[in-house]
């Protein structure tokens, strides 16, 4: 009998395997896979982030189960194309993006393997900023492996069992997340009581204005890291 660990790492491995051939022509240098239960994130890459007792660097892409769907694997299989589009960048982009940002060259490499960037997860979105999901394009090189994938049989076997299943963010304040136990049925809401700042941060180099927004208790003091303009309390 295959152990939970063992069954749960290999299924992502071999994801990562596959989509390396299918989508990046086997170009990506080994990386570790991790789970992580990051707020709000689906996922996320991090260059040379663990090292060995050689001094051997490798590449981590973070996944969080609690996004996991063990019914459609087409949304986790995004994410890690997502994460693996920015490693592609680390390894081969020309202008990689500063920590956080999606520039032109990630969005171009998305849509080419078939992901179409947006800030808003719907057609029309702006393709570049920090927060930027993606949405499959029809007969597109991503829905293409997926629907190969599907047909081997691949599925993912575990998530997290209290699983994020709505997230809304009411006007000025009160993050709002409703929680499901995928045993139970049973939903859980959390109200957070929090104040929204906001911030519009210039990109000295291409003028390029990006909206950034941030929760946190009343009368914080906060700054932008990379321009050193203050945001502002709403």
């Known amino acids: 009998m295959v152990r939970p660990t ?52 490798q590449d981590e892409i973070a996944l969080n189960p609690i996004y996991f769907d063990l019914t459609d694997i087409t949304e986790t299989m995004q994410t890690i194309a997502h994460e693996m589009a920015h490693q592609w960048q680390q390894h081969y982009g020309q202008r990689k993006s500063r920590h956080g940002y999606h520039n032109k060259e990630w969005a171009a490499k998305m849509i080419e393997i078939g992901l179409m960037p947006t800030d808003t997860g719907k057609p029309g ?80 180099q291409t003028g390029e204005i990006t909206d950034q927004n941030v929760w946190g208790k009343p009368g914080l003091n906060l700054v932008c890291g990379d321009c050193g303009r203050g945001f502002e309390q709403t």
């Open 125 to 204: 979105g702006k393709t570049t900023g920090f927060k930027i999901s993606d949405y499959p394009i029809e007969r597109g090189a991503f829905l293409e492996s997926v629907r190969k994938l599907k047909k081997e049989k691949f599925a993912i076997s575990w998530r997290d069992r209290f699983s994020l299943v709505q997230q809304t963010m009411e006007e000025g304040a009160q993050p709002i997340t409703v929680v499901t136990d995928t045993l139970t049925g049973e939903e859980v809401t959390h109200p957070r009581s929090k104040t929204k700042y906001v911030h519009q941060c210039v990109d000295e």
């Open 6 to 57: 063992e069954k749960t790492y290999d299924e992502l491995q071999d994801a990562y395997d596959f989509f390396n051939r299918e989508l990046f022509g086997g170009q990506l240098p080994d990386c570790i896979i991790t789970l992580q239960r990051e707020k709000r994130t689906m996922g996320y890459f991090s260059p040379n982030r663990f090292v060995s007792q050689h001094g051997l660097t």
